[in-house]
C-alpha cells in the first residue's frame, strides 16, 4: 500500500459515510455530504496526480482508483434520485451511470483486444466528470426544492448530455473494431 493506493482506499470507505450521515435527521448533513463528496473528489486527484509525481502506479490503483470514482458518482446519484423524485433527474442520473457501464465494458473489450489505448480518457470525457461532480456536489449541499437545488438539477442534466457526447466520441473511436470480421471471431 502506498500513499494514492490509501487515497483510493480511503474514498472507498467514505461511500458509507456519505450514505449514513445523508439520512441523518440533521440539518447539517447536506452540507457536510457536499463536503465529504468534495474530499472525495480531491482524493481522486490527488491520488491520480502522487501515483505519477512519485512514480507509485500500480495494478491495484489502475483497477481501484476507477472502480472508487464510479462507487462514488452512483451512490450519490442514487441518494438524489431517491430523495428529488423528479422524473428529468432520474433519467439523467440513469444516462450517467448507464454510459459508465458501457464505456468500462468497452473500455475492458478494447484492452483484451490490445486496442485500449483508442478508447482512452478524452477531453470531452474529463469536461463531463468535471460537470458531473459540480452537480453532485450542488446537490448534495441543497436542500431540494430550493433555487440551488434547481441550479444543480440543470448542471446535472447538462452532464447528462455531455455524458452522451463522450459515449458517442467513445463509441466512434472503438466502431471500427466493433464492426470489424475479426472481432466477431471472440
Not at 451512490?75 to 468500462?104: C, H, K, Q
Not at 475492458?108 to 453532485?136: D, F, H, N, P
Request: charged content about 15%; hydrophobic content about 55%.
Amino acid at each position: 500500500m502506498n500513499i494514492p493506493n490509501i487515497l483510493t482506499s480511503v474514498r472507498i470507505l467514505m461511500i458509507p459515510v456519505l450514505v449514513v450521515i445523508y439520512y441523518l435527521p440533521w440539518e447539517g448533513r447536506y452540507h457536510t455530504c457536499a463536503i465529504i463528496f468534495a474530499l472525495a473528489a480531491i482524493t481522486d486527484w490527488l491520488d491520480g496526480y502522487l501515483a505519477r509525481k512519485l512514480n507509485q502506479t500500480s495494478a491495484f490503483g489502475a483497477f481501484f482508483d476507477p472502480v472508487a470514482d464510479k462507487l462514488m458518482v452512483s451512490i450519490a446519484l442514487v441518494l438524489l434520485v431517491a430523495s428529488y423524485s423528479n422524473p428529468l433527474m432520474t433519467l439523467a442520473s440513469a444516462v450517467i451511470v448507464g454510459r459508465e457501464i458501457v464505456i468500462s465494458a468497452l473500455r475492458e473489450w478494447m484492452a483484451e483486444m490490445g486496442k485500449r489505448a483508442s478508447v482512452a480518457v478524452s477531453y470531452i470525457g474529463k469536461l463531463k466528470t468535471a460537470m458531473q461532480m459540480l452537480a453532485i456536489f450542488i446537490l448534495l449541499g441543497s436542500r431540494p426544492d430550493t433555487l440551488i437545488a434547481h441550479l444543480g438539477e440543470g448542471v446535472l442534466i447538462a452532464a447528462a448530455l455531455l455524458t452522451l457526447w463522450s459515449m458517442y466520441v467513445y463509441l466512434k473511436a472503438a466502431w471500427p473494431e466493433l464492426t470489424s470480421k475479426e472481432s466477431d471471431k471472440n
